[in-house]
């Protein structure tokens, strides 16, 4: 029963298969037992092989960067949480007040929003491509190979010094990235105000006003301490900032890769299962063949 | 309060307290024993290009760092 059904099968392809054209060119030159098109005898799989190939490289190459992120993150992530007691005691002392007014503003790394008069100092490369397309006239300073070594205190403070040199400003605002978790961190700005303004703050009684309460001791006056207290208050906000900033990068560069090489995972899942199926249909396509075309010859 | 109006020196110098809050780390980094002074002073390395903007372009990058390369 089932022999004859194959028959049937067998018979109704011939008439579809004849009209091919190349089936009919090939049939002219090959001998008789190879009349049938290229197409249903032998599926070519070697472009999904090729396809199999490579997404098991790239899902390799994935594997691997995340391994590196993860490494580097835990180096960072400490170094990081460590960096937080440096700026904790200066907001307790002189507050991280974003809203304090102010004229001139000098912003690190990427931020958004026209301010009265604000000019960039921008760490990296990242910030850089985003903000040279709209306010690149306010750049002042561009600061690259920051991670050539590991991040450290020394370097950062050189930097900081040069942008005190270099930026004339009533408030600096540190805009980063705050590390949260692997998958989450938030864009954060501290402030740092320059000690004139801080005076002014002061005296005013808004909300530095507490800062009278301090006795100052030893030979310096006011001012002058408020001015070492505000260069070293923005080295250390930029050192905890370039920290949080590097562990943020590599935690999303983990989360990413994560997820990169999970979807190389399915998608060769997928071509693994066409390409098994492509291969048992070629196999069963053959079978057919052979059983119809030995049952002919019986009948 | 005469020695109060003048600036330290540091400053007369023309650094700003990190510069010289630095100069006095690496002085106590220097004061370490073996090993934990290398350890120390692999922390200061510097190494990073600066360049100014000036109308919207930025100037030729100076690379600021104390390995020779």
Same mark, same amino acid.
Request: aromatic share 6%; hydrophobic share 40%.
């Given at each position: 029963?089932?022999?004859? =059904?194959?028959?049937?099968?067998?018979?109704?392809?011939? %008439?579809?298969?004849?009209?091919?054209?190349?089936?009919? $060119? &090939?049939?002219?030159?090959?001998? #008789?037992?190879?009349?049938?098109?290229?197409?249903?005898?032998?599926?070519? !799989?070697?472009? $999904?092989?090729?396809?199999?190939?490579?997404?098991?490289?790239?899902? *390799?190459? !994935?594997?691997?960067? *995340?391994?590196?992120?993860?490494?580097?993150?835990?180096?960072?992530?400490?170094?990081?949480?460590?960096? &937080?007691?440096?700026?904790?005691?200066?907001?307790?002392?002189?507050?991280?007040?974003?809203?304090?007014?102010?004229?001139?503003?000098?912003?690190? *790394?990427?931020?958004?929003? %026209?301010?009265?008069?604000?000019?960039?100092?921008?760490?990296?490369?990242? =910030?850089?491509?985003?903000?040279?397309?709209?306010?690149?006239?306010?750049?002042?300073?561009?600061?690259?190979?920051?991670? *050539?070594?590991? +991040?450290?205190?020394?370097?950062?403070?050189?930097?900081?010094?040069?942008?005190?040199?270099? @930026?004339?400003?009533?408030?600096?605002?540190?805009?980063?990235?705050?590390?949260?978790?692997? @998958?989450?961190?938030?864009?954060?700005?501290?402030? $740092? +105000?320059?000690?004139? @303004?801080?005076?002014?703050? /002061?005296?005013?009684?808004?909300?530095?006003?507490?800062?009278?309460?301090?006795?100052?001791?030893?030979?310096?006056?006011?001012?002058?301490?408020?001015?070492?207290?505000?260069?070293?208050?923005?080295?250390?906000?930029?050192?905890?900032?370039?920290?949080?900033?590097? /562990?943020?990068?590599?935690?999303?560069?983990?989360?990413?890769?994560?997820?990169?090489?999970?979807? #190389?995972?399915?998608?060769?899942?997928?071509?693994?299962?066409?390409?098994?199926?492509?291969?048992?249909?070629?196999?069963?396509?053959?079978?057919?063949?052979?059983?119809?075309?030995?049952? #002919?010859?019986?009948? | 309060?005469?020695?109060?109006?003048?600036?330290?020196?540091?400053?007369?110098?023309?650094?700003?307290?990190?510069?010289?809050?630095?100069? /006095?780390?690496?002085?106590?980094?220097? /004061?370490?024993?073996?090993?934990?002074?290398?350890?120390?002073?692999?922390?200061?390395?510097?190494?990073?290009?600066?360049?100014?903007? #000036?109308?919207?372009?930025?100037? &030729?990058?100076?690379?600021?760092?104390?390995?020779?390369?």
């Amino acid at each position: 029963m089932a022999m004859a =059904a194959l028959r049937r099968e067998g018979r109704r392809f011939t %008439p579809l298969i004849s009209p091919n054209p190349i089936a009919a $060119v &090939r049939s002219s030159i090959m001998p #008789a037992e190879e009349q049938v098109p290229l197409g249903v005898r032998s599926i070519s !799989t070697q472009i $999904v092989r090729n396809r199999m190939k490579s997404v098991k490289s790239i899902q *390799k190459i !994935t594997k691997a960067m *995340k391994m590196v992120a993860a490494s580097k993150l835990r180096a960072i992530q400490s170094k990081a949480e460590n960096s &937080r007691g440096l700026w904790q005691p200066f907001t307790a002392l002189l507050g991280d007040t974003p809203s304090v007014e102010v004229k001139k503003d000098a912003l690190h *790394k990427l931020t958004a929003g %026209p301010d009265k008069e604000t000019k960039y100092v921008i760490l990296g490369e990242k =910030a850089k491509a985003q903000l040279i397309r709209d306010s690149k006239k306010d750049i002042v300073l561009n600061i690259t190979e920051l991670q *050539k070594n590991p +991040l450290n205190y020394s370097q950062v403070s050189v930097i900081a010094d040069d942008i005190l040199k270099n @930026v004339e400003f009533d408030a600096l605002r540190v805009v980063f990235n705050k590390f949260q978790s692997v @998958v989450a961190y938030l864009p954060t700005v501290s402030t $740092v +105000l320059s000690p004139e @303004v801080v005076e002014k703050e /002061c005296e005013a009684g808004g909300k530095l006003g507490d800062l009278d309460s301090y006795e100052v001791e030893g030979g310096e006056t006011k001012s002058e301490i408020l001015q070492n207290l505000a260069e070293f208050q923005f080295s250390c906000v930029m050192f905890n900032a370039v920290l949080e900033n590097a /562990c943020s990068e590599q935690g999303a560069r983990m989360s990413a890769m994560d997820s990169s090489s999970r979807n #190389a995972g399915e998608m060769l899942d997928r071509l693994t299962l066409s390409y098994n199926r492509t291969r048992q249909a070629s196999i069963t396509t053959e079978l057919i063949e052979i059983i119809s075309g030995a049952s #002919a010859l019986e009948g | 309060m005469a020695s109060n109006a003048a600036v330290p020196f540091w400053r007369a110098a023309g650094m700003t307290y990190i510069t010289y809050s630095n100069i /006095c780390a690496s002085m106590v980094r220097n /004061c370490l024993k073996e090993p934990y002074k290398t350890e120390a002073i692999s922390r200061e390395k510097v190494h990073f290009s600066v360049s100014k903007w #000036a109308d919207g372009k930025p100037e &030729r990058p100076t690379v600021r760092t104390d390995q020779p390369e």
